[in-house]
């Protein structure tokens, strides 16, 4: 990540579709008032990665750089996109030629770097931070939810679903195999980073993280002796390109062991929501909705924030980020999760219509998944119990649907979202050096 910010690529092309746009900073003055003493930041990049001395030559066709300039205000990649398969099969196949420690919020996550990108474009990787991760293996009962274990196989199938509920706001992601030693610790600068490896009783090579929370020696993570499974998922453009906003779940959590959100005990909390800009009007409540329905289906109580790219305006899409702690429990349902469409009782006419496809017996969402899941190099990426679970809660949605329209009926619940057009690949991004 730390060498993109300061290679010779320009995006460019109209404010509406493309990532280049001209200053976005009046977007900052829509805020959304609440208690927490820091609501809305611009993200700042964090140079941690060890690059080359010399800069590497651009390769307009590279898979990384054909992802970005196909990022819309329509989503972060076409429904039919070459470049996401291509992207996809690189990930899995690059060399590894650096790593770096990302900032301690992101835990197990590492940046890494591969020659013959072009420039470099550096994946973030993410390993389960539970020793000997098992797949059917559930998060305890008595955990909570911000000190859940996180998990890369939940990363992996957060980007599956996301691609085939067609929100397509999860970063592409792939499952790898990783020697730690060579592709992690003999690549690395990164003096933090090198001293956190130790060699475990069992001889197997493991490492952890520093941060607040979670990341002490017990909860390292090991290889067999050097190999251990990992999610790679492709990075944004750089910040300095591309600017975003992290923005405070208006249904955000508590995050203590007995105080709850006003959300938790008002069920008219959505009438004071829908009083404030930018959820008065336009599609910010709706995505909020849509990212509400995701989080409930792969089980994620944790998502506090949210970010947005600030050139697409209000109304652009919200990115569905740091999924790694879904998938935990697929024998509970957390409904609290779906508070935002059962108090505001309104849904996208397209998001309705594709829950109700995958509801079908020949599209049965569990199937899609099972399919899709397939083509990637850790497969079974799931259980059974967890795939299952998706068609559970998916019915547990429309009849949260259903009960609405009975009360409102179906003009006030189901909003006609238009789908523009998507912008010819002309109109939404231009290279220039």
């Not at 072009?118 to 955990?143: I, L, V, W, Y």
């Not at 992690?184 to 490492?207: D, G, R």
């Not at 600017?243 to 004071?272: A, H, M, Q």
């Not at 909003?415 to 939404?428: F, G």
């Amino acid at each position: 990540r730390g060498s993109l910010g300061q290679d010779p690529i320009v995006l460019l092309g109209s404010p509406a579709t493309s990532l280049s746009s001209s200053d976005p900073s009046h977007l900052l003055s829509h805020h959304i008032p609440s208690p927490g003493p820091e609501r809305h930041k611009l993200y700042r990049e964090e140079l941690n990665l060890t690059s080359p001395a010399a800069p590497l030559p651009l390769r307009p066709e590279a898979s990384w750089l054909q992802f970005h300039l196909g990022i819309s205000r329509d989503g972060l990649y076409p429904r039919s996109s070459p470049a996401v398969n291509r992207l996809l099969r690189d990930m899995q196949d690059f060399t590894t030629i650096s790593a770096g420690k990302p900032p301690p919020a992101m835990g197990m996550g590492l940046l890494g770097a591969a020659w013959g990108w072009g420039t470099p474009a550096p994946p973030q990787s993410h390993f389960s931070n539970k020793a000997g991760d098992k797949r059917e293996e559930e998060t305890p009962e008595d955990f909570f939810y911000f000190v859940d274990f996180q998990r890369h196989n939940a990363e992996i199938a957060a980007f599956h679903l996301d691609r085939i509920l067609d929100f397509r706001r999860v970063p592409p992601t792939v499952g790898r195999l990783i020697n730690v030693t060579k592709e992690i610790l003999e690549v690395t600068k990164n003096e933090i980073l090198q001293s956190v490896f130790f060699v475990s009783p069992a001889s197997n090579v493991c490492f952890f993280a520093k941060c607040p929370y979670m990341c002490k020696t017990e909860y390292a993570v090991c290889g067999n002796p050097h190999l251990l499974e990992g999610s790679l998922s492709a990075f944004l453009p750089s910040l300095n390109l591309a600017p975003r906003l992290s923005i405070p779940n208006p249904w955000i959590r508590s995050y203590s062991f007995d105080g709850k959100e006003e959300w938790e005990v008002n069920p008219l909390y959505c009438n004071t929501v829908r009083e404030i800009y930018p959820y008065s009007n336009g599609n910010r409540l709706l995505n909020i909705i849509d990212m509400a329905i995701f989080d409930f289906l792969i089980g994620n109580m944790d998502r506090h924030h949210y970010e947005m790219f600030t050139k697409f305006g209000d109304d652009g899409f919200l990115l569905h980020l740091d999924n790694a702690r879904g998938f935990g429990r697929h024998s509970h349902d957390e409904t609290s999760i779906l508070a935002p469409l059962s108090q505001c009782c309104t849904i996208k006419r397209t998001t309705l219509l594709r829950l109700q496809l995958l509801a079908e017996p020949e599209y049965r969402l569990s199937d899609v998944m099972r399919e899709s899941l397939l083509q990637d190099r850790l497969a079974p990426v799931l259980t059974e119990p967890h795939l299952l679970a998706l068609d559970r809660r998916l019915q547990l949605i429309l009849e949260a649907v259903r009960k609405c329209i009975d009360t409102y009926g179906e003009a006030k619940v189901v909003a006609n979202d238009t789908t523009q057009p998507e912008a010819p690949a002309s109109d939404r991004a231009k290279l220039t050096t």
